[in-house]
């Protein structure tokens, strides 16, 4: 199992940054990532739809062989002890827990902000998370205007910034003030600098991508997984416009994606 890939998904683009800390951090690895782009998004879906999504999924990304599923999706996350006992002994991570570690890190008494999707929020796993370590405040507020946002390339300007002052001032006027804003979606470091600008220099940004490439590390030299050859090159998986994925992906992934490595796939 040591030279099969690593597979990553999430409800559509946003997980590429995951991918693209994962890949900076392991670069002897090969990568395969699902995007479910047709069924985007999964936060405003009831969490029994979001956990059978989450299922075709990973079990998509099993039938390829992976030898770790790393759900890069803050709402399938919410569901990690479903999937993990469903595909066990198989390891799978979610970004929550790692989120929720470097937000304490930032701010170790709080307050912490969180901004996720609605389904996030609703099911409070970055309340739980937190609390699991640390008494520290939590506040959440939903933004499910992001993540069409971001898909979109709406990351900048007169609209992402409206849009951001809507949902964040209120959440800043709490008192007291979050002293770290956790970006509780993998698609929300695409609009990183028009939430520092809303939100201003004393609140620190956390961004889950680069502590779950650390967790992913320490997982594979503690099982022994890590790779012992050069890898192969890292393929996409989408499930709607393949092309678009290839041409917006790029705004998550820090580079360009050959549209002809992502393969469109039906998981029903």
């Known amino acids: 199992m040591n030279n099969a890939p690593i597979g990553i998904f999430d409800s559509g683009m946003g997980g590429l940054t995951v991918m693209r800390a994962l890949a900076k951090k392991l670069p002897g690895e090969q990568f395969l990532y699902l995007g479910d782009t047709a069924r985007l998004p999964y936060g405003t879906k009831s969490a029994d739809t979001v956990r059978r999504y989450a299922l075709q999924a990973a079990h998509a990304l099993t039938r390829r062989d992976v030898k770790l599923v790393v759900i890069a999706c803050n709402t399938a996350s919410v569901g990690l002890p479903y999937l993990q006992e469903a595909l066990a002994p198989l390891p799978v991570i979610g970004v929550i827990e790692p989120g929720a570690e470097a937000a304490l890190a930032a701010a170790p008494g709080g307050p912490i902000g969180v901004i996720a999707t609605e389904g996030t929020v ?21 933004c499910p205007l992001f993540v069409p946002m971001a898909e ?117």
């Open 152 to 268: 979109e390339g709406l990351t900048d300007g007169p609209i992402a910034e409206a849009v951001a002052h809507r949902y964040l001032d209120p959440l800043m006027a709490r008192l007291p003030r979050p002293k770290v804003l956790v970006l509780g979606c993998t698609h929300y470091p695409a609009l990183k600098n028009v939430i520092a600008r809303v939100v201003g220099p004393d609140v620190t940004l956390v961004d889950s991508a680069a502590i779950t490439a650390d967790v992913v590390a320490r997982l594979l030299a503690e099982r022994g997984l890590a790779a012992s050859e050069s890898p192969g090159a890292h393929h996409f998986y989408c499930t709607d416009a393949p092309d678009r994925f290839a041409r917006v992906g790029e705004i998550f992934f820090g580079s360009q994606i050959d549209p002809g490595a992502v393969e469109q796939v039906d998981l029903q």
């Open 122 to 142: 609703k099911g409070g796993a970055y309340v739980r998370a937190i609390h699991a370590l640390s008494a520290a405040p939590v506040v959440q507020q939903a």
